[in-house]
Nanobody, 125 residues
Framework: QVQLVESGGGSVQAGGSLRLSCIYFGDPYNWNCMGWFRQAPGKEQEGVAA????????YYADSVKGRFTISQDNAKSTVYLQMNSLKPEDSAMYYC??????????????????WGQGTQVTVSS
């Protein structure tokens, strides 16, 4: 079992930055992929980024490449999502999730087994 708690969401103007954090608790050793997903009202859930906690490989949606960076701090049991050059279309509820391996799960949300409660990001124009 793994518990995930997100934080860091908020309201910013277009062009601004936010850093989301996801602290994980429990037994993460069998869950080697940490991902960020988002969902806006009326839209499908979208995979944003993921990181393989063993090899540190990172994966990104085309819509965020060059603007978002996923990273981890194992000592703090935390995964971060640094979001720069934010756009109004980035507004959504952002969720942290865990899966056994990014290679077999990213970017399919159904293959991520544990989820946090979400943190809201709102970008105004």
């Amino acid at each position: 079992q793994v518990q995930l708690v997100e934080s860091g969401g908020g309201s910013v103007q277009a062009g601004g930055s936010l850093r989301l954090s996801c602290i994980y608790f429990g037994d993460p050793y069998n869950w080697n992929c940490m991902g960020w997903f988002r969902q806006a009202p009326g839209k499908e859930q979208e995979g944003v980024a993921a990181i393989s906690t063993a090899g540190r490989s990172a994966y990104y949606a085309d819509s965020v490449k060059g603007r978002f960076t996923i990273s981890q701090d194992n000592a703090k049991s935390t995964v971060y999502l640094q979001m720069n050059s934010l756009k109004p279309e980035d507004s959504a509820m952002y969720y942290c999730a865990a899966s056994p391996a990014c290679e077999i799960s990213w970017p399919q949300a159904l293959k991520f087994h544990f989820w946090g409660q979400g943190t809201q990001v709102t970008v105004s124009s």
